[in-house]
């Protein structure tokens, strides 16, 4: 099993609509989390961190939940300038390793 | 405010050549430093992690090294490249279980 997963997608949204992914992580020492978010042949850039009681900014919240091993990402009213991949991001306890999915790609469509 | 520096954003090398990317992070000091490859399509792999001068970490067996010659400076390096050495390699920062921040890449095509 893979440490980190995500639906590849790629997920076709039209603009205005509401999309969620999911990404599980294996370990459950797991301590922290992030989604980043990386354009087609560009570096990947961060676009928020995930906070145990759940974070928002703008249109995008995010979710942690231990117990059953996963994050979300949820944006409402997707633009078009949405579109990219999203790549979930967990930091083990005790180590210094950043274990990435391998990213779900999102398409708006217009 | 801290930025990172990777060069050169493309390069071409022949098969069998030897290799060097530079990374370079100004604005903090004692980060902890990161490479990784991403292939065409593919997710990141995490190649090495520094987190001080002279210490590294490797999590993949193959024919590349990394090396910390400066608090703020990565050195990934191959003695002899491999056609499957292409690929985009990626530097990264980060203090302690904190966000990490990535330069803007390396395109390396080994034909």
């Known amino acids: 099993r893979k440490e980190v997963e995500q639906d590849p997608g790629p997920f076709n949204v039209p603009e205005g609509a509401t999309v969620a992914f999911n990404c599980t992580y294996s370990?459950?020492?797991?301590?922290?989390f992030f989604w980043y978010r990386q354009d087609c042949r560009k570096e990947p850039k961060l676009l928020m961190s995930?906070?145990?009681s759940g974070n928002e900014d703008g249109r995008f919240t995010a979710q942690l939940n231990r117990a059953s091993q996963y994050i979300s990402l949820l944006i409402r009213d997707s633009k078009l300038s949405d579109s990219a991949t999203y790549l979930c991001?967990?930091?083990?306890?005790?180590?210094?390793?950043?274990?990435f999915g391998t990213g779900t790609r999102l398409k708006v469509l217009a | 405010s801290q930025t990172i520096h990777q060069w050169p954003a493309t390069l071409v090398q022949p098969v069998g050549s030897p290799l060097s990317l530079e990374c370079t992070v100004e604005g903090t000091s004692n980060p902890n430093l990161y490479w990784y490859r991403q292939a065409a399509g593919r997710g990141l792999q995490l190649l090495f992690y520094s987190v001080g001068i002279g210490q590294i970490s490797s999590e993949v067996p193959q024919n590349l090294s990394a090396s910390r010659p400066q608090d703020r400076q990565f050195i990934l390096s191959s003695k002899k490249l491999l056609l499957s050495d292409s690929g985009f390699y990626l530097c990264?920062?980060?203090?302690?279980?904190?966000?990490?921040?990535f330069g803007p890449g390396t395109r390396l095509t080994v034909l």
């Open positions: 991001v967990v930091v083990t306890s005790g180590t210094y390793k950043y274990i």
């Open positions: 990264a920062w980060s203090p302690p279980y904190n966000e990490q921040f």
């Open positions: 370990n459950s020492a797991s301590q922290s």
């Open positions: 995930v906070y145990s």
